[in-house]
Nanobody, 124 residues
Framework: VQLVESGGGLVQAGGSLRLSCVAS????????MGWFRQSPGKEREFVAG????????YYTDSAKGRFTISRDNAKNTVFLQMNSLKPEDTAVYYC??????????????????WGQGTQVTVSS
């Protein structure tokens, strides 16, 4: 499966962005899907994840209450709605797919397929 993210950009603190991840090559309904981010000098970290059917979602503490992950399996697309953005949310955001039959997990190593990333910059 190939993943392509879009929707990043420059936004002021308190603003919103909606990231999209479009998959091709295989239907995403066989994957748990996750959003990760990485800022300079830091390790890639889990932000949010959604189960195959979209019935279960998981968030890192910093994302809870501000970010919403969703998926449209019919359109082979995963979204990350980000509200109340903060400068510390500045990072490259990656979409990823976990092919294993298990619950959503936050470990980077669990995800076999990755997009190229989209830059999100939040100014203060």
């Amino acid at each position: 499966v190939q993943l392509v993210e879009s929707g990043g950009g420059l936004v002021q603190a308190g603003g919103s962005l909606r990231l999209s991840c479009v998959a091709s090559g295989r239907s995403i309904n066989v994957y748990n899907m996750g959003w990760f981010r990485q800022s300079p000098g830091k390790e890639r970290e889990f932000v949010a994840g959604t189960s195959r059917g979209g019935t279960s979602t998981y968030y890192t503490d910093s994302a809870k209450g501000r970010f919403t992950i969703s998926r449209d399996n019919a359109k082979n697309t995963v979204f990350l709605q980000m509200n109340s953005l903060k400068p510390e949310d500045t990072a490259v955001y990656y979409c990823a797919a976990d092919p294993q039959w298990r619950g959503v997990v936050p470990e980077v190593s669990a995800y076999a397929y990755w997009g190229q990333g989209t830059q999100v910059t939040v100014s203060s």
